[in-house]
């Protein structure tokens, strides 16, 4: 869990505030349904540069818009706004490290009733500085969860719902509280989904194998940037295709990807040590290869990176 470090200046109710007078009521229907939406995006401090790139702040804005709509949202500020108002979050905080920008659409309404038609929405963000999330060096030993992955006909999982974040924070509670790092999420069906807030990738037999969009997953943008990087630079043989529990056994890697996560090796799972038992050749390929593209070292990929200042 990352220590919160906030910036001075929170965008909230239309207009830049101090962060400690962004507040809503208890009886806002968000903080009583769970009824928002929201991002993670990290800007990237490149010493080279001497400034802040946010990556890929336009697929996260994108994908926050587009899942709107299933939560019958709307709100005055567009794409180019949301954006905007990113950016200018990190100038008026001047922090030149790594950070974190949380955008929030909510449902605003002093309302009750477990709808989401005809409640008003509200967009806030606030950001606070933010290094490694987790271990991305010697690696996780994680645990498969006996919490099942939401499933996407009952609470939609390709959106960050602030509602639904009670299915990672159990499963996650559960495998810390066992002595282990991280969880690893089930279908219902028995088949792998991913970890308690972060996609899963295996290397096995040759090939970088990751779970489908179909398989109850957040379709995560680290997610997908692995997988072009992974085609585009190291030529990696990729499938996405269902993964059974004991392959997470058998294989030679496994690795988690997310905003916070970034790239982060698994040493074990459920207690069975994977290869050597430290960080394979595969995932510290990527991982440093990641690590070039969001600090705008990765010509192809620069468009990826914003600068804030």
């Given at each position: ?10 965008y ?5 505030v101090?962060?400690e ?5 208890v009886?806002?229907?968000?903080f009583n ?9 990290r ?33 005055p500020?567009?794409?180019?706004a949301?954006e ?5 979050l ?5 922090f030149?490290?790594?950070?974190y920008?949380?955008p929030?659409i909510y ?11 005809g ?11 933010l ?5 991305i060096?010697?690696?996780l030993?994680?645990a ?5 992955r ?21 499963a996650?509670?559960e495998a810390?509280?066992?002595?282990f790092?991280?969880?690893v ?15 899963l990738?295996?290397?096995?037999q ?28 190291l ?14 056994y058998?294989?030679d ?19 069975r040590v ?21 600090q705008g ?13």
């Open positions: 869990m990352a220590a919160m470090n906030p910036g001075p200046i929170a909230f109710e239309g207009a830049y101090p962060a007078e962004a507040k809503i009521s009886m806002t229907h968000a349904y769970g009824t928002g939406i929201f991002e993670g995006i800007g990237y401090y490149s010493a080279e540069d001497d400034n802040v790139f946010v990556f890929r702040l336009t697929e996260h804005v994108d994908r926050m818009m587009r899942n709107s709509n299933v939560m019958c949202m709307e709100i500020e567009d794409r180019a949301i905007t108002i990113c950016l200018e990190i100038r008026r905080s001047g030149k490290e790594g950070v920008l949380r929030i449902k605003s309404d002093l309302s009750l009733g477990p709808t989401v038609k409640v008003t929405s509200k967009l806030c963000c606030y950001l606070i500085k290094g490694e999330y987790c271990d060096t010697s690696g030993n994680v498969v969860t006996s919490w099942r939401l499933s996407d006909n009952a609470i939609p999982t390709r959106l960050k719902s602030t509602g639904s974040y009670i299915n990672s924070s159990l996650a509670s810390k509280m066992a002595g790092d991280e969880a999420f089930l279908r219902e069906d028995g088949s792998v989904a991913e970890g308690s807030a972060m996609n990738f295996i290397v096995h040759g090939q970088l194998i990751t779970t489908p969009v179909s398989s109850d997953i957040l379709v995560g943008i680290t997610r997908n940037t692995i997988l072009q990087i992974a085609r585009e630079k030529h990696l043989d990729v499938v996405e295709r269902p993964i059974a529990r004991t392959e997470l058998v294989c890697e496994m690795f988690f990807t997310g905003t916070g996560a970034q790239v982060a090796p698994v040493r074990s799972v459920d207690r994977l290869g050597e038992g430290r960080p394979g050749p595969v995932t510290l390929q990527l991982q440093s290869l990641y690590f070039d593209v969001v070292k990765v010509p192809e990929y620069r468009h990826w990176c914003t600068p804030a200042y």
